[in-house]
């Protein structure tokens, strides 16, 4: 299906004059019949008061082909079934009255992130019907934002993680949109929790070994959590291969919420704990290393004083002990003889 763009047809106006100035022909035709009526002008009465009549009856069908159209706003038209073409610019058109504008995604509303609560739901679930129904059969083509509901996906190590994404999105080819898919707005929903699901299952959580993200066969350090980029930008791709057929294009996609699932979010913030326990006590080791081969060669060079090799082994023991607790050290005093 292509899209053919309706051009020169900016009239509105003039014809909503002039269908006001027939009408007031029309009323005058029927007033001036029953005069000639009155006077006993049959025929040129007569004929005046159905040509009035006929007119004031049958006149409200071209008011039907009026349209305006804001910024950003299109209208697809079909005359008795058959795509006519597609109104895109702002302004006052007249059209062909018969002709009926077509939009199956009019009345849906996308599915808004649970981060609110119901009485907001409400609110804005209100706002969004009084706008669908002023707006009518009328196609935004501004760029619009879908916020999915959360999805609890398993990663490729099995962890079950809930993420979120905001899709922004627009409709760049009307006729596409509207008679290539069913709902559009459906359409591209259903597709970003297909491409989510699909996306999310190659990475882990958090960078594990020997895990190829990239699909090239080598092991790297793809993960959702540190390469969030990475992951928004193949969700985007693998959103825009499915809706290009609808007319759609996604401008970007972004995670909005990154978690373990409830059951094992607490044992795996005991394994991060752990790990960054772990990795805390090495540096404290590798510093008091370096503390106590310094004290050393420091006491060696002002040869302050000459510690044989148990001696040493003491020292070394008493300030690893030192450098290395949890707790401030008790210091023990000698003024005796060290031997």
């Known amino acids: 299906m292509q899209e053919k763009i309706l051009n020169g047809k900016k009239n509105g106006m003039a014809m909503l004059l002039l269908f006001i100035l027939l009408y007031a022909a029309a009323i005058a035709a029927v007033v001036f019949g029953a005069v000639l009526l009155e006077g006993e002008s049959y025929l040129a009465g007569g004929i005046l008061v159905a040509i009035g009549v006929i007119w ?78 002023a707006a009518g059969k009328r196609i935004s083509l501004k760029i619009m934002t879908l916020n999915n509901n ?73 993960s959702l959590r540190g390469s969030s980029e990475v992951v928004a930008e193949r969700i985007r791709q693998e959103i825009q291969e499915k809706v290009q057929d609808a007319g759609l294009e996604v401008l970007e996609a972004r995670i909005t919420y990154l978690a373990y699932a409830p059951e094992i979010a607490a044992v795996m913030l005991q394994r991060q704990q752990a790990s960054a326990i772990i990795d805390a006590r090495k540096m404290i080791v590798d510093g008091a290393v370096g503390m106590v081969e310094m004290a050393l060669e420091r006491l060696a060079e002002k040869n302050t004083v000459e510690l044989d090799e148990e001696r040493k082994a003491a020292m070394v023991s008493n300030l690893l002990v030192v450098l290395c607790g949890n707790h401030d050290a008790q210091p023990v005093v000698n003024s005796g003889s060290l031997y």
């Open 56 to 133: 004031i009856v049958a006149g409200l069908i071209p008011f039907a082909g009026l349209k305006v159209l804001k910024p950003q706003e299109a209208l697809v038209l079909t005359l008795f079934g058959k795509y006519v073409g597609t109104l895109k610019e702002e302004g006052f058109y007249f059209v062909n009255p018969f002709c009926t504008a077509v939009n199956p995604a009019a009345k849906t509303r996308l599915n808004q992130s649970g981060d609110v609560n119901d009485a907001n739901k409400a609110l804005a679930a209100a706002a969004q019907a009084s706008a669908t129904e």
């Open 150 to 222: 959360r999805q609890k996906i398993n990663d490729c190590l099995g962890n079950p993680v809930e993420i979120g994404i905001a899709v922004m999105w627009r409709v760049v080819d009307t006729a596409k949109a509207v008679f290539e898919v069913d709902n559009y707005k459906e359409y591209l929903s259903l597709q970003c929790d297909s491409a989510l699901r699909n996306i999310v299952r190659i990475y882990p959580y958090d960078v594990a070994p020997g895990v190829d993200t990239t699909g090239d066969g080598v092991a790297d350090e793809g």
